[in-house]
């Protein structure tokens, strides 16, 4: 019997028009360009500007490209996985929302929140609905409005965030192509050095959490930095090692865009290149679950089918992981 794999199909990104650079943060808050550019490698990124605006407007962009691209109506997806750690409202579901934007009536889905690992769990758990026959258009959207949980006073984290959103379509393929493996991980003990004080059960909003600033990304760098160097680095080279792949048979390491020092030690420890790795956090920064579809989205022309690629991540909590896919067409 011929093994069933989910492949991506098609993918698309869209980003805000407002471009927000180094050079205007100087000007609201104490840094420089060449501090930010020496720290992350980040120049600029894009914000989301405009009343009652929230990540389904700006995924909304990108699953309307998408379906554009593959060349299909939005009835005809089955599910939306949404990825995403600032959804439109704590519910409705903002898969629900951007379904009824886009026009997806056939589609169920549901928000998925694994901090920037987000978008990998979400392309796992999206595959084993593939797999498993019960659905053959599986759409996963990896989009934040960081900007909703930046304090724009605090130069440790304003600088590293951005707005976007990428989408990727799962079908089913028996070519040998596809999703062939993942490794996911999460350990709880990271909490406190990256997280969202308030706004959930613990504690909900109030005049004292608002005056406190208590809404906003809290991050302790050089503790999130260590583990995220250590355990994305190790997770893309242990899906190697248990695929048996050598750095020439990858073809592309696709990287979560936090820090160009954390990629660049992820890379180093497979192995590979860096014209083999997918970089464009100097254009986007940070934008949390859409950094990878993004990545995909804009080197699609230069991916052929049969290409090895590894996605790797690391996110707040803390959560990690990696996925080896093959490419499933080449550039059109």
């Not at 490209?65 to 949404?82: H, N, Q, S, T, Y």
């Not at 990256?194 to 809404?215: C, F, I, M, V, Y």
């Not at 290409?307 to 990696?322: E, H, K, P, Q, V």
Request: hydrophobic share 35%; charged share 25%.
């Amino acid at each position: 019997m011929t093994k069933i794999n989910a492949a991506i199909t098609a993918v698309a990104h869209h980003v805000p028009d407002y471009v927000l650079t180094n050079k205007e943060l100087e000007k609201m808050v104490d840094t420089n360009d060449e501090w930010i550019t020496s720290r992350t490698g980040i120049k600029e990124r894009y914000i989301l500007k405009g009343d009652n605006k929230g990540v389904t407007d700006i995924a909304k962009g990108a699953v309307e490209k998408l379906l554009a691209k593959r060349g299909i109506g939005p009835e005809e997806i089955e599910l939306v996985i949404f990825c995403t750690v600032t959804p439109d409202r704590l519910f409705p579901a903002s898969a629900n929302i951007v379904s009824e934007k886009t026009g997806m009536k056939n589609a169920w889905g549901y928000d998925l929140n694994a901090a920037c690992s987000g978008f990998l769990y979400g392309v796992t758990t999206g595959s084993k609905f593939i797999e498993s026959g019960a659905y053959k258009k599986v759409l996963v959207i990896g989009a934040d409005k960081m900007s909703s949980i930046v304090d724009y006073t605090d130069r440790s984290t304003c600088i590293i965030f951005g707005d976007g959103a990428g989408a990727v379509l799962l079908e089913p393929t028996e070519d040998g192509t596809g999703i062939q493996d993942s490794i996911l991980r999460s350990d709880g003990s990271g909490e406190p050095f990256l997280h969202q004080k308030a706004g959930g059960s613990r504690r909900p909003p109030s005049q004292e959490t608002l005056d406190s600033g208590e809404h906003y990304v809290h991050q302790e760098g050089k503790t999130v930095f260590k583990f995220a160097v250590s355990n994305m680095a190790d997770v893309s080279f242990e899906i190697m090692e248990r695929n048996n792949l050598s750095a020439d048979d990858v073809a592309w390491l696709v990287p979560h865009q936090a820090n160009l020092r954390i990629i660049d030690a992820t890379a180093k420890r497979m192995g590979v290149g860096t014209d083999k790795v997918m970089i464009n956090i100097d254009r986007y920064g940070n934008t949390t679950n859409g950094t990878i579809p993004i990545c995909l989205s804009e080197w699609e022309s230069k991916l052929n089918k049969g290409d090895n690629l590894i996605l790797a991540a690391f996110g707040g909590g803390f959560t990690w992981g990696s996925v080896y896919l093959k490419w499933a067409y080449g550039p059109s």
